[in-house]
């Protein structure tokens, strides 16, 4: 798989986006890259100022810096 940003965003890799939670960043993530929010949970994970962070209702209000990952699977 390409990473997201060829996949999604022509080569974009940063963004100065607002939101509230990583469910609103996702929201915003898809209007500039329409299906991502449609992968986005299977394929990505979120590190908020460095720290890997399942919880998509975590509040991004005081968030320095919001990491896209692409999860990893193996056996």
Do not use: Q
């Amino acid at each position: 798989m390409p990473p997201f940003e060829r996949e999604f965003f022509d080569g974009e890799d940063r963004f100065e986006l607002e939101a509230d939670n990583l469910f609103g960043l996702v929201r915003k993530l898809d209007e500039i890259g329409r299906g991502f929010a449609e992968v986005a949970e299977a394929r990505a994970s979120f590190a908020i100022d460095g720290v890997l962070t399942p919880n998509w209702s975590s509040s991004l209000v005081e968030a320095g810096e919001v990491i896209l990952l692409p999860r990893i699977s193996g056996g």
